[in-house]
């Protein structure tokens, strides 16, 4: 099955600076990757998505990159807030209906 | 609309009983899920059902059943509770395409086994 790996585990940055998180995976047949927000206590909740046909897409403050040749794709929040504190996942599913979660990312936003 | 509800909320078990974690979902969709979630381990599919009818093994199937009771409801048993199975439990639901699908996550029961 897919292997996805996540880094960094944790992640500190002052408001308002940038925040990366890099997420590889192995099957070359994955085409949908999405990323998920999860607070702490809450659901795991649908933050952005990309397809294997788009090299990027973004969401005002959020975008995520893919690099289909690498195998990697990663998320980028820009003007970090206070509220982008949180656990972010990436994954990915080559076509299946089942998804392949990526460890998690505690991103820690500092006042 | 409320989306995905899963009962109970929280559950304190004592090896060797069993129980029933119950999903329903109202987005009219096909595709139902259950992941577990441990600390720093992220989130592992245990069965899916692709569509009412079917269920397939996932990541960690070992000491669970499930049942996809019709297109809204998708069930997870425990027949022989584990210390090992204390864990945070999803459920999810998608719709049907080409390629993936967004997945709509329940707020989650959380299972403790004594």
């Known amino acids: 099955g897919e292997n996805v790996e996540q880094h960094p585990s944790t992640l500190s940055v002052q408001e308002g600076d940038s925040a990366v998180i890099k997420c590889t995976y192995s099957?070359?047949?994955?085409?949908?990757f999405p990323w998920y927000k999860q607070e702490l206590g809450k659901r795991p909740q649908l933050i952005i998505d990309?397809?294997?046909?788009?090299g990027e897409k973004k969401d005002q403050r959020i975008a995520v990159t893919l690099n289909k040749t690498a195998k990697h794709f990663s998320l980028h929040i820009t003007e970090t807030q206070p509220e982008d504190s949180a656990v972010y996942f990436c994954?990915?599913?080559?076509?299946?209906?089942?998804?392949?979660f990526g460890t998690g990312t505690r991103l820690t936003v500092i006042p | 609309n409320a989306g995905v509800t899963q009962t109970p909320k929280f559950q304190v078990l004592k090896t060797g009983q069993s129980m029933t974690l119950q999903c329903a979902q109202d987005?009219?969709?096909?595709?139902m899920y259950w992941y577990r979630q441990d600390p720093g381990m992220g989130l592992r599919l245990i069965y899916y059902?692709?569509?009412?009818?079917?269920?397939d093994k996932g990541e960690v199937p070992n000491g669970y059943n499930v049942s996809r009771l019709n297109k809204r409801e998708f069930s997870l048993r425990l027949e022989s509770a584990a210390p090992s199975q204390t864990s945070v439990y999803f459920c999810?639901?998608?719709?049907?395409?080409?390629?993936?699908?967004?997945?709509?996550f329940g707020d989650g029961t959380r299972l403790s086994i004594l």
């Open positions: 999810a639901s998608s719709a049907t395409g080409t390629g993936g699908q967004p997945q709509h």
């Open positions: 099957d070359s047949a994955s085409n949908y």
């Open positions: 990309i397809r294997s046909n788009v």
């Open positions: 994954a990915a599913t080559p076509g299946a209906n089942n998804l392949f």
């Open positions: 987005m009219n969709h096909n595709s």
């Open positions: 059902s692709a569509s009412e009818g079917t269920t």
